[in-house]
């Protein structure tokens, strides 16, 4: 049996109540179940939602429009998902979000067409985005999602429910490309922007059936409702969520480990480093205290843009230098990285770039960024060097600007690109 399981919760950071919020006279999960329903591939669609006593509202709803409804772990999202399809002995799991009342039926069951034809394990419209955000559709097997129940460990993989299988290399996968070329514009429900933005183009078209290609006959001739929400970064949960992951990981190279810094590790042998006239010539660092460098690294640890890594010897545990990726851009899939190795000692080994590609790859394989980039002076060629061993490229030249400025002085931005098959096949 293939079902669609819509998980649904009351608690929003941004939005809350997002799901039950009176959209034309309806409740937003109404228009959801209702639009989701309508394919015709499903056998069956549910919602599931969490134990909490603010989600009762929810389970009253859904008993009211004798909808089936299944409660679970709030957190873990996988849980919850894994259980109620178990409960219900659904054999072919289509997610939904809640936050999603723009959903056209026929892409839903285009995806699971796709799905039966090829015998994939996973199929979806995500892994490449061809369709507007907010007509995301995931479809999996059973023994995927089992697969996943008992295998993800990280907090994003139990929180967002699919990522262990989507960067699975055992499974088999496939992205499906809309038909035609649409602008990848935002549909989803996050914000009162978004909320506004849905609600007008509800009002203007008049009527709760409606597909895609009314919405965008509409906005053709309504361009100005665009300007309420397109701003807004798409996915920025899911992201936090990566860089949180990132936070508590440790990343083994051949000679060294990687660990996010905590406030412990400020030492005086630390701030030697950061006051050393021969180890940071090309920063613009001041003298610094163990205090000082005590709040900047806790300050760091709360960033949700930022991850910053040790770098560790293996054998003795010494603590030797840093690499940080600041700042992490959701909206581009973008960050800028920068290193330090402290004690020259290690200049020349080829500890850099083995850091710099441990990172790299992190950030590519598991934190889904496309691109990192960074500005090294001209003549620091061993910081150049280093990063041209790790894959980088110079993108650019430019000259140098701030208190360093001088006519002969430039900058290189370099930069590196993640080749990554997006289709996952």
């Known amino acids: 049996m293939i079902g669609a399981i819509i998980q649904a919760r009351m608690g929003s950071s941004r939005l809350p109540g997002k799901v039950l919020l009176d959209l034309h006279s309806k409740p937003v999960l109404w228009h959801v179940i209702s639009r989701v329903s309508k394919a015709a591939y499903l056998d069956k669609t549910i919602v ?3 134990k909490k006593s603010e989600d009762d509202a929810i389970v009253d709803f859904c008993n009211r429009q004798k909808i089936p409804v299944f409660r679970g772990s709030e957190n873990d999202v996988l849980d919850r998902f894994y259980q109620c399809a178990k409960s219900y002995a659904i054999s072919e799991i289509v997610r939904v979000t809640a936050d999603c009342p723009l959903h056209d039926p026929r892409v839903i069951d285009y995806v699971i067409g796709e799905y039966r034809k090829g015998g994939y394990d996973y199929v979806t419209n995500t892994l ?38 989507r960067n699975s290399l055992s499974m088999k996968k496939k992205n499906v ?4 070329k649409y602008p990848i514009y935002r549909f989803t429900l996050d914000t009162r922007e978004d909320f506004l933005f849905i609600s007008k183009l509800f009002e203007g078209i008049g009527t709760d059936i409606f597909g895609l290609e009314d919405i965008f006959d509409y906005l053709n001739t309504h361009p100005d409702l665009l ?4 701003h807004i970064a798409s996915n920025e949960g899911y992201f936090i969520s990566l860089i949180d992951d990132a936070k508590s990981v440790v990343l083994r190279t051949d000679r060294l480990y990687l660990r996010q810094l905590l406030p412990t590790d400020a030492s005086e042998t630390y701030c030697q480093w950061l006051n050393d ?28 843009e930022c991850v910053f890594f040790g770098i560790f ?22 960050a ?37 980039c960074l500005g090294v002076v001209s003549e620091n060629m061993a910081a150049i060097n280093c990063y041209k061993n790790a894959g980088f490229g110079i ?28 289709t996952g096949e």
């Open 128 to 165: 490449e985005y061809t369709y507007p955000d907010g007509l995301d559709i995931e479809v999996f097997s059973f023994q995927s999602l089992e697969d996943a129940w008992k295998n993800a460990k990280l907090g994003s993989e139990r929180e967002h429910v699919t990522p262990y299988i």
């Open 336 to 372: 800028t990285i920068g290193i330090m190795i402290g004690n020259p000692v290690w200049w020349g080994k080829g500890i850099c770039t083995e850091a710099v590609k441990s990172v790299v790859n992190y950030a590519f394989s598991t934190m889904n960024l496309h691109k990192i």
């Open 48 to 50: 599931a939602t969490t």
């Open 177 to 180: 490309y809309a038909p035609k």
């Open 313 to 334: 010897l293996k054998e003795t545990n010494i603590h030797i230098g840093n690499v940080k990726l600041e700042p992490i851009f959701f909206d581009k899939k973008e």
């Open 395 to 422: 993108e650019k030249t430019e000259p140098l600007t701030g208190v360093n400025a001088a006519p002969d002085r430039e900058k290189f931005i370099m930069s590196i690109l993640n080749t990554k098959d997006k």
């Open 277 to 304: 006239p021969e180890v940071n010539r090309f920063l613009e660092t001041k003298h610094t205290s163990v205090n000082e460098l005590k709040l900047y690294i806790a300050e760091k640890w709360k960033s949700r």
């Open 227 to 230: 300007t309420i929400n397109q």
